[in-house]
């Protein structure tokens, strides 16, 4: 079972359905689309509050010229070893300026959901018991040091080490 999660916990009647041959939104949900598919019908309408999901190997600077009619953007792990959602997550927030939400969707583990807050993800989709678990307990690994800046800053300020000043 799918469970969305932010940081202020688990998230009820979440609307989004990743649209496939198989399942289509229905009622009062709404679909995210993959980027081709997204791309035709922002082509062929000016409707806004759309989603759409990027999988690993998309352009996501595709999506820049429909930034402003998009509520959320599903970035896919397809794998714990497939960081290139990291990338594009990155990419969404820093040079596109993307500020609606952005949701991990795909094999979401306890261990990345960190790093994934701070390249700027802000929902989860999570299937794994174990991170289920974590969550509901509010029990997030925690990471001491951060090496380089992304686009939430470290707790302990915006310090980092390969920044230093000499005295």
């Not at 079972?1 to 202020?8: D, F, P, S, V």
């Not at 009622?27 to 759309?50: H, W």
């Not at 999901?53 to 953007?73: G, N, S």
């Not at 800046?149 to 310090?159: K, L, M, N, W």
């Amino acid at each position: 079972m799918t469970k969305i999660w932010r940081e202020t916990g688990f998230v009820e009647n979440d609307p989004w359905v990743i649209e496939t041959d198989e399942v289509k939104a229905e009622g009062e949900q709404k679909a995210l689309l993959p980027l081709d598919q997204f791309i035709e019908k922002a082509e062929a309408s000016n409707d806004v509050g759309l989603g759409v999901v990027i999988r690993p190997a998309d352009d996501v600077t595709k999506l820049e010229p429909y930034l402003y009619r998009i509520e959320i953007v599903a970035v896919d792990f397809p794998a714990f070893n497939d960081g290139r959602a990291f990338s594009h997550a990155s990419l969404l927030r820093d040079r596109l300026s993307y500020r609606n939400e952005l949701r991990a969707v795909g094999d979401v583990l306890i261990d990345q959901v960190p790093l994934m807050l701070r390249c700027g993800i802000d929902s989860f989709a999570v299937t794994n018991a174990t991170a289920l678990k974590r969550l509901s307990e509010g029990r997030l690994p925690g990471i001491a040091v951060h090496y380089q800046p992304t686009s939430r800053h470290a707790e302990a300020g915006e310090g980092y080490s390969w920044r230093r000043r000499s005295a």
